[in-house]
């Protein structure tokens, strides 16, 4: 039987050739493997992201983050508890924050402006989908989903998360890790309609605890509320000034 040839070790010290993964359309655009000139630049981009991501954040107070679907409408009842949320807390002097988007996001913002509260948004750049909605007072652009969960992450004093799609559940589970692991300090998580986030948890009991892969505190880290009263509640009695580093 033929011996089988070893394909080719990629020259990847010539700076020809750099295993990165990048978007479809950038691939597409691309005659040939990424250039570690290429990729260079591309980092010098991440940082200028990081550096004025902080510095935009660096002028607000009391934040309060609030994720959720980009794909609700302002008739369900999650969108209109969102946007009393909003409402409650910029009367009390906290700044929301969002992604900027539709939906939830929209929601929260929109409370928080009606009340003359500040009314932040940090969206991301996609071709198709997210659009800023037009209750944010204040935004910052980002290019790449990491940047921004930083930014969505740095600073805030409390996390609220209304029913959401896979984006929503990577943020979720992203906060916890953080204040699992001690790289955030402990602030409230808080997971609103219980309905929504009672099978997940019941699942992380049932399942990730009787396997031992998590610890019995661990499931104290988020809290399930049903109404934004109850959410408000947990940020004015147990959120406090923090900075995520």
């Known amino acids: 039987m033929a011996r089988r040839k070893k394909p080719p070790v990629p020259d990847v010290m010539s700076g020809r050739i750099c295993r990165v993964p990048l978007p479809a359309e950038e691939r597409a655009a691309m005659k040939g493997p990424a250039s570690m000139h290429e990729i260079t630049w591309r980092i010098f981009r991440i940082m200028a992201e990081f550096v004025e991501g902080f ?142 986030w009672g099978p997940l948890f019941s699942w992380v009991d049932g399942t990730l605890l009787h396997e031992k892969t998590i610890d019995p505190d661990d499931c104290l880290l988020c809290r399930v509320v049903d109404t934004a009263e109850e959410a408000f509640d947990i940020i004015q009695t147990e959120s406090q000034e923090r900075s995520f580093f």
């Open 55 to 196: 510095q935009f954040l660096s002028s607000f107070s009391r934040e309060v983050t609030v994720f959720g679907s980009a794909r609700i409408s302002e008739t369900h009842r999650w969108y209109k508890e969102a946007r009393k949320l909003g409402g409650m807390l910029a009367e009390c002097g906290y700044t929301v924050i969002t992604g900027g988007g539709p939906g939830i996001m929209e929601a929260a913002n929109r409370g928080a402006h009606e009340h003359k509260g500040e009314s932040v948004g940090l969206n991301i750049q996609l071709p198709t989908e997210q659009r800023i909605n037009p209750w944010v007072k204040r935004s910052r652009a980002f290019h790449y989903f990491f940047t921004r969960k930083v930014m969505l992450a740095a600073s805030a004093q409390a996390y609220v998360f209304f029913p959401g799609g896979f984006g929503t559940l990577d943020e979720m589970f992203e906060m916890v890790t953080l204040v699992q692991t001690g790289k955030s300090v402990k602030i409230p998580i808080i997971l609103v309609d219980r309905k929504f």
